[in-house]
């Protein structure tokens, strides 16, 4: 007994879909690029023109990276049209919501009994049916305690999606102003005629930009626009060096690399506790600007590559590790956001590539960010830019701190539900207290 759940063997309640598998080589992934996702044991590989599955189910990691840090298995609740290589078990349960249930009761399993391998980590299908699930026998609850934490998991998603497409909005903005020039072709083509505005732009906007090109080094940019080095528009702040010794429970803590997420974004999950010395330049604030100064070679997938910090209430203060740069912006018109946008662009990654050496570990060279060039637009179009820029971000962090908000309920709730320690009404109320708090 688990609480007041009883235990039940994994193999009794669900469908084992293995034998539906089919890996692809990375040739022939290359060869077959489509608009399925393609998954291994942890995550998302590549996406390909057709799918094995399609429904919602459980992937549960068979080798290689089995265990989490925290000593549980990887599982993936995937749902739509997929295809899953050799790597992952492919778990069904006898309806939609006792996949889910089964998604968060794995959650609470410690998986390395059930491990095998001495050289590499494996879950074989006999260990994974014996796995015990604590499972309420009343079908209610198991479906209630599955849609609390499917709640609060589908606002965090929703979340996510809101930032995506804010910052999606942003970027696409900023590549038609500040790249392309978009504005200053329409007026060049005749299809802007003044006091009018075109889709997308209003009108008394238009009058801030000029109806002509120029060229320049960096090619056609608009007449009047000045070229600009990273460099003399921006304070470039180097990290701490420290020692493993330093890294000790602390209200202070290191911006890693590992805050940065290789799919985009920021990762609060980087952070490590510190006690060794740092200056105050170091300090990092919420909505300032980092880059990755570095990288291994077997990813190179961050180096170069922007985050814009986000409030930790963990922490009193976040520095900045030797792997991090802080940028602050020296001219007043251009934001954090501006520069954060600027090197998100195809142009800058392209010129970061060509500043990169190392053969083990990668790093920018001292020019890698301060040489980068760019069409700097005048004060009242840079300054109304960035405002706007500014309040589209600060929704996107207010996003990202409720979700974290959100997932540290979810984490408290699951254990707790899913071993009988509190039932569905207490894990109701106690949400409904968290959201008038």
Known sequence: MVGKWVEMPLGRLVSNLDSRRVPLSSREREQRQGPYPYYGATGIMDYVDSFLFEGLHLLIAEDGSVERPDGKPFVQ??????????????????????????????????????????????????????????????????????????TLDDKIELNRRMSETLEQMARAIFKAWFVDFEPVRAKMSGRWKKGRSLPGLPAHLWDLFHDRLVNSELGEITSGWDILEVGHAVDIVKGVSYRSADLAESDIALVTLKSFNRGGGYRSDGLKPYIGPFKQEQIINPGELILAQTDVTQAAEVIGRPALVVPDNRFRKLVASLDVLIIRPSVSELSSEFFYLLFKTEEFKEYIYGHVNGTTVLHLDKTGVSGYRFAKPPKTL?????????QLFSQIMCLDVESRILAALRDALLPKLISGEIRVKDAERFIKEAENA
Do not use: C
């Open 382 to 390: 840079a300054t109304l830019f960035s405002n706007f820029v500014t």
């Open 77 to 150: 609740l995937v749902d739509g049209k997929f295809w899953v290589n050799n790597h992952a078990h492919v778990l069904k349960g006898a309806t939609d919501e006792e996949t889910r249930f089964l998604y968060y009761a794995l959650q609470t399993i410690s998986i390395r009994p059930f491990m095998s391998g001495s050289v590499q980590a494996k879950l074989s299908q006999v260990n994974l049916n014996k796995i015990p699930v604590p499972y309420p026998k009343d079908k209610a609850t198991r479906y209630a305690i599955a849609h609390i934490l499917g």
